[in-house]
């Protein structure tokens, strides 16, 4: 029984280490949360020779960050060839100042 009782206050101390330090791992497991985690150490491209296999850290690191690049780049939009519904979605907010985003563009100091 004694032994029980160890354990049980060993874990118990371990719940409260956890709680005043570690916060986000004890909001994580009340919240049930997973920690899942993306491992990139391969990456498969579609070439015109056929399938282009890379393993190595660098080129990997390199392909993906390219691929990323790519798939977020700024697009052309032909506003004028969009429908007035479309036009309206994609012009200019009214309500967003320019003048807001001026000091943005100064060194800081």
Request: aromatic share 8%; proline share 1%.
């Amino acid at each position: 029984m004694e032994k029980i009782v160890r354990q049980f206050v060993s874990v118990l101390n371990r719940k409260l280490e956890t709680a005043i330090w570690d916060q986000n791992k004890m909001l994580n497991s009340l919240l049930e949360r997973q920690n899942n985690r993306i491992v990139l150490d391969r990456i498969v491209e579609e070439k015109e020779e056929g399938l282009d296999l890379a393993t190595g850290e660098e080129e990997v690191q390199q392909r993906v960050q390219n691929h990323f690049q790519k798939q977020f780049q700024r697009r052309n939009i032909k506003i004028n060839s969009m429908s007035s519904r479309w036009q309206l979605q994609y012009g200019p907010l009214k309500e967003v100042k320019k003048e807001w985003f001026e000091e943005l563009n100064k060194e800081v100091t």
